[in-house]
């Protein structure tokens, strides 16, 4: 595609639920990151995949979010048991390489409402 | 622990005046460095980057940033802004993880 594509762009959901949120890196790409933006911050980064796996997934704040990209290209973050501080915009990024040198594309970003 | 500060929350401008965003890092080692822009209802976009080479950077729309390695600074400037230019900056670093710190953001409201 023309861009990195997030869906769904707006999330309402109640504390304790469960959500999947979608990112479509540009083509080609095979470097994606997530990153999370709370309100009046900077993104802040969760995971990064080079193809299938996760390289590195430090940035996660616990083991009720998890990420997958089981082909290399569209990926899923999960969230359980869903939090109302989860509530933020979640970005995604694709790179045409992985490493510090590519430029990363961010995608317009799901706000995730969790009442 | 690694850090990456932007010293302004909100700085308001009017038009043709000068601009300059501070941000300053606290990685040792080899950093590379970034501005983004967030125009309302928009997307991060790169405005510029540094890897290495020449410390005075160009980027688009007639923003620079200058790579004081001594300072850990990497300042965002425009000689002369626009309206247009209303927007959120943010700064980023990468060292070596592969992992982007971003500032906290400034915004930049210019008055017409």
């Known amino acids: 595609g023309a861009g990195v594509s997030q869906t769904p762009s707006n999330k309402v959901t109640e504390k304790g639920k469960y959500v999947e949120l979608r990112c479509d890196p540009i083509?080609?790409?095979?470097?994606l990151y997530w990153y999370r933006q709370s309100l009046g911050q900077g993104p802040e980064f969760l995971i990064y995949f080079q193809g299938t796996g996760a390289a590195d997934d430090s940035g996660l704040p616990n083991d009720r979010f998890f990420a997958v990209r089981p082909e290399g290209s569209v990926s899923t973050l999960k969230i359980q048991r869903t939090e109302r501080g989860d509530s933020a915009v979640y970005l995604c990024a694709s790179s045409q390489g992985g490493g510090l040198f590519n430029e990363q594309f961010f995608g317009p970003g799901t706000r995730l409402t969790v009442l | 622990a690694q850090s990456v500060s932007q010293h302004n929350h909100h700085v308001i401008l009017s038009e043709a005046a000068s601009l300059e965003l501070g941000c300053n890092y606290s990685y040792g080692g080899t950093v590379n460095l970034f501005w983004y822009v967030q125009y309302p209802g928009q997307h991060l976009q790169l405005l510029l980057k540094?890897?290495?080479?020449?410390?005075l950077v160009k980027g688009i729309k007639g923003f620079e940033a200058e790579f004081i390695k001594s300072k850990f600074s990497f300042n965002l400037r425009k000689p002369s802004v626009q309206w247009s230019d209303t927007a959120e900056y943010f700064c980023?670093?990468?060292?070596?993880?592969?992992?982007?710190?971003f500032g906290a953001g400034t915004r930049l409201t210019v008055k017409p």
């Open positions: 083509s080609g790409h095979t470097a």
């Open positions: 980023a670093v990468t060292s070596n993880n592969n992992d982007m710190r």
């Open positions: 540094y890897f290495s080479g020449d410390p």
